[in-house]
């Protein structure tokens, strides 16, 4: 079909989206890019009509598509129906899992139809977590669940706002593949941050510069475009102001080694083992990187050192110098420990104010229910300042696209400086400009030990020079589940 957006504008209270005139002729597919700002998600509210008078201003037209014609996938869509499930199923308290909420059930939902549920599954690798919970998915596995779950509506066209997002490096490449085919009978809108994630098989480029559509060119054209090394540039002296933001304010409590010790690892389900045997030692000023792929349970290590899954009591954990279990309370752990997530982001869902996110980094808390202090406001102003951020410190929370709600998360786990700094996929959601203003400002913190990190990401180009240590999840093929191999570059 022949779609036409002409003198479109909407604003929403944290971002605009501004077209002239736009033509996506049938049969064409076209990549998304934008310098700063999340426009995938609004151009996919745009196209779908999934429009709230209350926060969103809109005029123009948009031609010769109507709403059920599209679906669309985003990080967005996808944290507001994992928000939706946690809501209304009580199946964990009543112990048993909704049917309906089973990856199989999101998927079957959508069309009704057992065969097209089955194939889509196993076109996505997905039929070995049919009968999972889909809230107890990664988040990679969320991702491709959610494309099926929009390709099961059998809609002509598709709009896949970072489908990449927490994919390991082999689902990425089946999701290429998958995508080429499904280009041939679908028109499909791919909206992307990372330059490398444009596939190959789209012919047109539309580049949006601070929510502006600004050039439309051929793919080749795009991929000797001056513009990734201009934003490289930018994010290079905003990381210099986050750097020289944190030395004013240092400090650096000690901890005797090991920071962090587990011995025999083990995390298990009624059904399935994650992973066991796993011995893993944290000592001072050491920076590690966690790797494996998805499902393996790297966030679920992760979780072990900040407390937050219920198995940490059951393994044999040390840190900061306590036993856990010794009766230490969690929040004297906590205060040591800097966390961002996806998990965090699903859980932060009160509604607090830009600048009260990140000050509630002082306390450990989701929202702000503590009177802070005039030098922690100050800082945390100062955090919104070099995140260009300053204007929106009274907007909500829950009012700002997916992409600022994680750079204040991630400035929420750095305020206080850390001794641990736990990241995982911290760049989700984050445009270009974003991300690589958080990677170099990670690869300082790291060179100077201003916290130790423990990082998680599934792109090569994301290995920062400082981290040495890897500790990689692989199958163990004696039994269910992961091993880790730990190693040093």
Known sequence: MKIRLTQLQCSSSSVTVDINDWVIEPQQSWGVFSTEGDVG???GQLLTQQIDAQTLT??????????ASVALVSLLEQQSLLEAILEQDDSESLGYTDPKTTVFGVVFNQ?????????????????????????QLSTGEGRRVMLARAVATQVPFLVLDEPYAGLDVAHRQTLTEYLQQL???????????????????IEHVAMFSHGKLDTMMTKSQWDNHPVIAQLTAQAGQQSDDILALIRRHRHKPLFANPVFQLNNGRVAYSDKVIFS????????GVHWQVKGPNGCGKSTLLGLIFGDHPQCYSNDIDIFGNKRGSGESIWEIKKHIGMVSSAL?????????????IVSGFYDSIGLYQKPTAQQISVATEWLAILHMGHLSKTAFRQLEYGQQRLLLIARAIVKQPTLLILDEPYQGLDYLGRRLIKNALELIAKEHLSQLLYVSHYQEDSLDSIQHYIEFVKDENQDGYRA???QG
């Open 58 to 67: 809109y005029s123009g037209d948009i031609i010769g598509v109507t709403p």
């Open 345 to 357: 982001h699903l859980q932060y869902r009160v509604n607090c104010s830009a600048l009260d996110v």
């Open 277 to 284: 045997g796993v011995n893993w030692r944290i000592d001072n």
């Open 111 to 135: 069309c009704h139809d057992n065969d097209l549920t089955h194939q889509l599954l196993q076109q996505l690798d997905l039929t070995h977590l049919s009968l999972s919970p889909f809230a």
């Open 183 to 201: 280009s041939q009978t679908k028109q499909i809108l791919v909206v992307v941050s990372r330059e490398e994630d444009m596939p190959d098989w």
């Open 485 to 487: 191999v730990v190693s």
């Open 41 to 43: 998600a609004l151009l």
